[in-house]
């Protein structure tokens, strides 16, 4: 069984993913009832602690509640007495037979920690495949043109071509999005049809400046690191990893709207060099990038891909734009 922790981690990815011995999430829970040190264990089941994992076997230590029997004694269990932040609606524990997803947050961000079986990760992998993946990069292999690629994920249009069976897909992955209340409070992945990542960098730069106000707030970062006369948008997000902090926008973004002008002022905010631990990888189907921000927040990330991408790797793909979308794979599905 899989275990995944999404939160301020190490990894390029902003998320810890490891295996347990477990056949099913009952199973785990059951294994770790009555232990003395649950904090203790919880570390060394899965490399470091949870944020609020500790409580449900502490409040069980305190009140002599004997292991959970069945999926839906444990739900109760969980709902009663796991510590979760901010859950006002009863939304953020979510227990089904073969997964649970638990939301929260540490008073800096918010959180979401998953255990997942064999048996969901074989069935979903379009809802779970980048969710487990942990190895930098995502691969590079890409489709032979006009290769067809759908994905139902719910997604934000711009449009700056003739709509065509080709698409561009951004996916900014951070820590304080414009316009949004927290980091899970996801809006979903950007796709621009109608082309494919070649030839992508001129047509954004080019767009008219009168349109750029409307567009989504990345869209728009996008643009702005794009050099006068580029063509290679690798080279433009590469860029992105030479901004500072953790909301690494230029004052002006929603302001100016002449290229020259909010690329001038994105520039004057670069390092020389993209930060120490950043890692960027540039193909001619995907460019990845792992902005190392401190030793707080770790890694944000900016995925450009496109049609051609995601038609080799239609599982990551698709998970990927789920994984904008919302914190729970599974939302909108009645059980798992």
Known sequence: MYFVCRWREESPFSKRVVTVPDTTVLDWFRRGWGRDDPRGWIESELGE??????????????????????????????????????????????????????????????????????????????RLAYLLHDTWPLPADAAAPGAVFEHGVPVRTVRIAPSGPEAVFSVRLCWDPPGIETNLDLAGAL?????????????????????TRLWPHDARLLRALIAPDEEDAGVALARYARLPGYDPSPAGLDLVSAHHEIHRETLEMMTPEPSVG??????????????????????????????????????????????AAHWDPYDGVTSK
Request: hydrophobic share 45%; charged share 30%.
């Open 49 to 126: 602690d949870v944020y609020g994992l500790d409580s449900i076997f502490e409040e069980a230590q305190e009140r002599h509640l004997p292991p959970p029997e069945t999926v839906d004694e444990l739900r109760d269990l969980l709902n009663e007495h796991l510590w979760v932040e901010g859950d006002d609606d009863g939304t953020f524990i979510r227990l089904g037979e073969h997964a649970l997803r638990v939301r929260t947050d540490d008073d800096e961000v918010d959180l979401a920690y998953y255990f997942i079986d064999e048996d969901a990760a074989a069935a979903s992998p379009d």
């Open 191 to 211: 796709v621009f049809p109608g082309l494919t990542l070649p030839g992508f960098a001129a047509r954004l730069r080019a767009a008219d400046a009168s349109d």
């Open 278 to 323: 950043s890692l960027i990888r540039l193909d001619a189907h995907i460019v990845q990038v792992a902005r190392y921000i401190d030793d707080f927040f770790g890694f944000d990330q900016w995925f450009l891909f496109d049609t051609r991408w995601a038609a080799a790797n239609p599982d990551l793909a698709r998970s990927l734009l789920r994984y």
